[in-house]
């Protein structure tokens, strides 16, 4: 199946210049909902995963279907202050300024297997921050799973040391 | 299994007086995710749903999942600015004031079979607003299935006409 072309291009969102890649018309579109998730599941299925850890708030439709089909736990990663416990934190560069992401300190045993999921990279910087937040606890970033990557935008250079697996790529705005 | 054990309390969260119902703590504990996801699933299994549509952001991990299991479509239901195309708006009240939530107009078909996902209900403003949503461009509600509820807030009124479905109940605060 070609989900490329079930994601929707919106030009100029949130600003001039930006194609937006809109993942709401594949999610509605029932085979190819699934479909992508058996393409984003396979290649961990038999990787003994302990842990899905999703970023706020697409990764979790994701995150949640995957942590599901692999009978692993799943661990939240949300912007400051939206988590109730005690947290480890990381701060992520953005465009002006930067963010900071946190996670439950006690959501990862150390050791445990954690693949991270997200439904799109860019530059890669909340992903490299979610790794961070995976290490700090002692947890094993056992991959990376990404249903689109901003290929011209090199966010994948930041995890060398990872297996990264994107599912669409694009190779231009 | 008894998931209410799987849920961590935490007194005056967001503020003083009200015990927050974490979740965190089952959804990490993958024999207790696993089985949150069978009990909402079950009821739902024969019921012909179309869609799924999960409210931000927590309901997106269980409406993932839900979504993946009964090959339906999934449906992001999100506060207001964060969808990129045309939206249908429905407010809903808070303590003070009130907020809009929006969903893509092209999400649902009409006469679609629609099982709307949430992980909890307090007073069922969301919930109710949600049901607005998908019945103005047609689709029907065929369930609202939510983790957890409030009980002692009585939400569960509101959706009289509705097939309504929790897990673990609350009495009081």
Do not use: W
């Amino acid at each position: 199946m070609d989900l490329k072309s079930k994601i929707r291009n919106i030009p100029d969102f949130p600003k001039k210049g930006i194609v937006f890649r809109d993942i709401s018309t594949l999610l509605q579109d029932k085979e190819a909902f699934n479909h992508a998730v058996d393409r984003l599941a396979e290649r961990y299925l038999d990787k003994k995963i302990d842990m899905v850890a999703a970023i706020e708030s697409r990764g979790f439709i994701f995150g949640g279907a995957l942590a599901d089909r692999m009978d692993a736990g799943f661990v939240p990663v949300r912007k400051l202050g939206k988590l109730p416990y005690e947290t480890v934190k990381k701060d992520y560069t953005l465009e002006y300024g930067y963010a900071t992401l946190e996670m439950h300190k006690d959501a990862i045993e150390a050791g445990q297997r954690v693949l991270i999921v997200d439904d799109l990279i860019a530059t890669g910087g909340t992903l490299l921050a979610t790794c961070g937040l995976v290490e700090k606890v002692g947890g094993t970033v056992a991959g990376i799973a990404v249903l689109i990557e901003l290929s011209f935008l090199k966010g994948r250079e930041k995890f060398s040391k990872y297996d990264f697996h994107s599912i669409i790529q694009y190779e231009s705005e």
